[in-house]
């Protein structure tokens, strides 16, 4: 019961699928509270289920671009739970014809939008929701090796999530002040309904399981443990970095691309 007493937001859940779920489901089983958003009615009846399965009592709409949902977020948090002691940033968009073919090809619409949706959302969501954590917080946002290394397909994403690691480390600055955490936890390539818009991907799950140490893909169970791990006070000296779970897969050289 590593998280008992605590309470958190986890946003990017859209089935059970969804390394957002692993991580729901890890901080449940050792003790949190957890609280959930949808990004549209689309998705509602999904994460209602997995709110029924996690015992969730209010899950609330958010689409991140849109400002005035993220502050009704923070003032139903209130209203309903008071403080709130974790955040989880599992939010990532890009157009799909930029996760295919070339990266010299991205125009300047789907490099915004990837960047508006999956780097600017966590300062923002950051900025806002600051007055509702509690000291000895953490934040955690989700990235993938894509941020330092060529994978192929992945393009404006590998830009994006550059960005959001070095976002990681300007706001472990600000919020370290505050005694408040922040890291990126970096997973292996897992099939969830984002990875179905990357070019290729079952390719990247073949070359990742053939290519890592441990000779396997990371399952969300996994990526859900460690999640829990920099959410709970056992991580409580970590801020401001970036922590794999990919079976190892960083450890190795470049993949090669064959065409
Ligand atoms: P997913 O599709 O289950 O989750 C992505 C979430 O982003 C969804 O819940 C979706 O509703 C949400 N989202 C997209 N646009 C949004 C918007 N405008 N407002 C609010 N929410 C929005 O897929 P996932 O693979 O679990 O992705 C979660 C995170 O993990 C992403 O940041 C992704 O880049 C990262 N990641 C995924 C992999 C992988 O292989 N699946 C590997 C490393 C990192």
Redesign the pocket.
Known sequence: MIMKGKKGLI?????N?????GIAKACKREGAEVIL????DK?KKRVEKVADELEVKHIYP????KEEEINALRESIEKDYGKIDFLVH????APREALDGKFINTSKEAFNIAME??VY?LIELTQKLLPIINEGGSIL????IGSTRYIPHYNV?GVA?AALEASVRYLAVDLGEKKIRINAL??????????SGIGDFSEILKYNEKNSPLRKNVT?EEVGNSGMYLLSDLSSGVTGEVHYVDAGYHLMGMPLYED
């Open positions: 946003i990017g859940v859209a089935n699928r969804s390394i957002a779920y958003t949808y990004q549209n998705l958010l689409d991140v671009t599992s939010v990532a968009f949706i999956s959302s946002t989700l990235t993938y994403m999530k970096s997973a292996g390539p897992i099939k969830t309904l984002a990875a969300i």
